[in-house]
């Protein structure tokens, strides 16, 4: 039938066209199309735009999940970069939700979205596996948090997703919660897929999840209680964890003083990071800071270094008392040279972080071929579920995407 009304409506506006020509053609006249001038239209905005990834954790810390959150403080690094590997290197927020249950020390403890990875992870490092063991756990406030409590992009085009990690169904018996399955209307609502990752085999806990993922127009998946990750160590791991700390070292922040007190809890979240984290980890961290996707969390806000080589600011225009102390002093000849010195540098770093890192995704590609146990692994059912929930986003991964 609209095929029907199409043609029809083509035919009438074709008549009526051809009808009326010859008064328009006495009436005015007509530039040829090799003269029409027509004004250049900026692109650039569209073209520049990346595409956005919103994802937030919702992550059982009870204590029967200690294998698990030990899990997530090694793979946080490894999911980020897998979803940095898109053709179109995604913009990319995580946030956290950590939930136990009333009685405990706390019900939840939330981290919002942001695209400071570091900060984020710094948080999540300090999370222990405690209380708990009583059955089911707060489930719904949990949700309810991540839905209603998070800084959610209004965008349509940014796919946003949350994974519920967890091994204890939601207390449905509490009067004041909001239940889940008013939650998962209000996040259909504004575009978000809710995923369920089952830890162990309780089948109380099985129907839940289901159900939670149904609701959610997310994916169920169930993994082994420690989570099935894949934690393979590489020879480039120490080497990779070196240079990503002397990366770090290159940055130089400028702004006000609320700027630079956002900044230094940014650089103490980044030490703090090296001190704890493994080599492992710090190597996976690595990986992701020297992609396209991960200069929003080595870079933090108003790094000088990049927004001089960039052209996107000037030297001179800058405060005195804006700029880095040690650089208050210096005449603008020694700024400038400090500048470009730094600049090298990082650039030399980058690529050797990027060949280094290289080498490491295949050593680590045949190790898991090895092994043969990748589609079981927690990674690999975070990947799945991005990969084919993204794709409606315009977010394009490939099979050799998934990153360890």
Not at 175 to 196: C, F, V
Not at 311 to 327: C, F, T, W, Y
Request: net charge negative.
């Amino acid at each position: 039938m609209k095929t029907k009304i199409t043609t029809l409506v083509i035919f009438a506006a074709t008549a009526a066209t051809v009808s009326l020509f010859p008064y328009f053609q006495n009436a005015v006249a007509i530039t040829p199309p090799d003269q029409i001038i027509v004004d250049p239209v900026d692109l650039s905005a569209l073209v520049n735009e990346k595409p956005k990834i919103e994802v937030v954790f919702v992550l059982d810390t009870t204590g029967s999940m200690g294998g698990l959150i030990h899990a997530a403080k090694e793979k946080i690094w490894s999911i980020a970069s897998t979803m940095a590997s898109a053709q179109s290197a995604p913009e990319i927020k995580m946030g956290l939700v950590a939930y136990r249950d009333r009685g405990d020390n706390y019900i939840t403890k939330t981290i919002d979205l942001s695209t400071d990875l570091d900060s984020m992870y710094a948080t999540l490092m300090d999370f222990k596996a405690q209380g708990g063991g009583d059955g089911p756990e707060s489930v719904n406030q949990a949700l309810d948090d991540a839905v209603n409590r998070m800084s959610w992009s209004q965008d349509d085009n940014t796919y946003k997703v949350v994974f519920l990690v967890g091994d204890a169904p939601a207390h449905m018996d509490y009067q004041d919660d909001i239940k889940y399955p008013e939650t998962l209307k209000l996040a259909l609502g504004k575009g978000i897929k809710i995923n369920a990752i089952q830890c162990g085999r309780d089948t109380n806990t099985t129907s839940n999840w289901q159900q939670i993922a149904s609701l959610g127009q997310g994916a169920y998946f169930q993994v082994e209680q420690a989570g099935s990750a894949i934690a393979i160590a590489t020879p480039f791991d120490r080497e990779l964890a070196k240079l990503s700390a002397t990366l770090d070292d290159t940055r130089l922040y400028f702004g006000n003083k609320e700027e630079k007190e956002r900044q230094q809890n940014k650089v103490a979240a980044s030490r703090k990071l090296h001190l704890e984290s493994s080599e492992e980890s710090l190597a996976r961290r690595a990986t992701f800071n020297t992609s396209k996707s991960g200069d929003r969390n080595f870079l933090g806000e108003n790094e000088l270094i990049d927004a001089i080589s960039s052209g996107r600011v000037e030297l001179s225009a800058i405060d005195k008392d804006n700029l880095p102390a040690a650089m208050q002093s210096m005449a603008p000849e020694e700024q400038k040279n400090l500048i470009e010195a730094k600049a090298k540098q990082r650039t030399e770093l980058r690529q050797d972080i990027q060949q280094l890192a290289e080498k490491r995704d295949n050593y680590l590609k045949k190790e898991v071929a090895k092994a043969g146990g990748e589609k079981e692994s927690l990674d690999n059912k975070i990947y799945s579920a991005i990969r084919k929930q993204s794709e409606e986003k315009g977010l394009i991964y490939s099979d050799e995407s998934a990153r360890y």
